[in-house]
């Protein structure tokens, strides 16, 4: 059954090489129908590739090659949850050596723009215990780019 919530990412021209990475990189992942222009149109010929169906971990995305009007920005990403740090490392690893760029607090973005949270558990549950715990580990998460889940035990054990 087709899902009824799809969530539409805009790509400038290479919505297909997104999807084809994302399927290559994370679980559960797969790259669908590929829809084509049937013929020229503003700014595109006929057979470009229009919108391109996949799935990251599960979730239903639509890729739209709609051109420079918009970017992506930090007010969406997508938050994969890792159980260890050689998980973390190879997602965080996969978008960063595949032309993205580093930024903080275990936050990165691929090539196209787009931003991705690579969030251990150990993390998300130090957070979730809140007081003395989550302060430690959220001064801990503070000094970091790709979360050091090591770093992490530790200040949660204080």
Not at 60 to 86: M, R, V, W
């Amino acid at each position: 059954m087709k899902s009824k919530n799809t969530i539409c990412l805009w790509y400038e021209h290479d919505a297909e090489a997104a999807a084809h990475f994302y399927a290559s990189v994370f679980p559960d992942s797969a790259v669908g129908a590929v829809h084509r222009a049937p013929s020229d149109f503003p700014g595109g010929k006929a057979d470009a590739v229009l919108t391109v169906e996949f799935t990251v971990c599960g979730i239903p995305c639509l890729g739209l090659n709609g051109g420079t009007a918009f970017k992506q920005s930090e007010a969406f990403s997508f938050q994969i949850a890792t159980d260890d740090q050689e998980e973390t490392d190879r997602y965080w690893n996969a978008i960063v050596n595949n032309g993205g760029t580093e930024s903080a607090c275990g936050w990165c973005k691929d090539k196209w723009g787009l931003s991705w949270q690579i969030t251990p558990r150990v993390l998300t549950d130090a957070m979730a215990q809140g007081g003395e715990v989550a302060q430690r580990a959220f001064q801990a998460m503070m000094q970091m780019g790709k979360i050091d889940v090591a770093k992490i035990e530790a200040a949660v054990r204080g």
